[in-house]
């Protein structure tokens, strides 16, 4: 059996993303001259992560002459909201208060980010 497609990013397609989203569009020639050259990422490897990212939505193309030129469909803010809704429902039962309550016993959170906690709770009563 297949295995479903996640609709969420993985590491190897965020990794184009975050070059879509600072270029705003580029072909695949654009992409892999952005990307770090160590690891260096195959040109086929780039074309082949763009295609799967277009089939879950995530860019969409455009061709201009010979070339295709990818820009991005859904922005950062969206795809974190995915991804934190995806986790939020898979590993806490939908409770926010549970994934935040995580995040505060295992991370150390410096006080000016405990601050601007406090004023978002302030402002969401």
Known sequence: ??????????????RLMNVLWAKGSGTVTDVVNA???KPAVAYSTVLTTLRILERK???R??????????????DRTEARRN??????DRFFGNSPEALVLNLME???IQAHDLE????RIAEAE
């Open 83 to 88: 991804v934190v809704s995806y986790v939020l």
């Open 35 to 37: 990307l770090p050259k």
């Open 61 to 74: 193309h455009e061709k201009d002459g010979r070339a295709f030129v990818y820009q991005p469909v859904v």
């Open 106 to 108: 295992n991370h150390d």
């Open 57 to 59: 939505g995530y860019i």
């Open 116 to 119: 601007r906690l406090k004023q």
């Open 1 to 14: 059996m297949a295995r479903k497609r996640s609709p969420n990013l993985t590491e190897g397609e965020l």
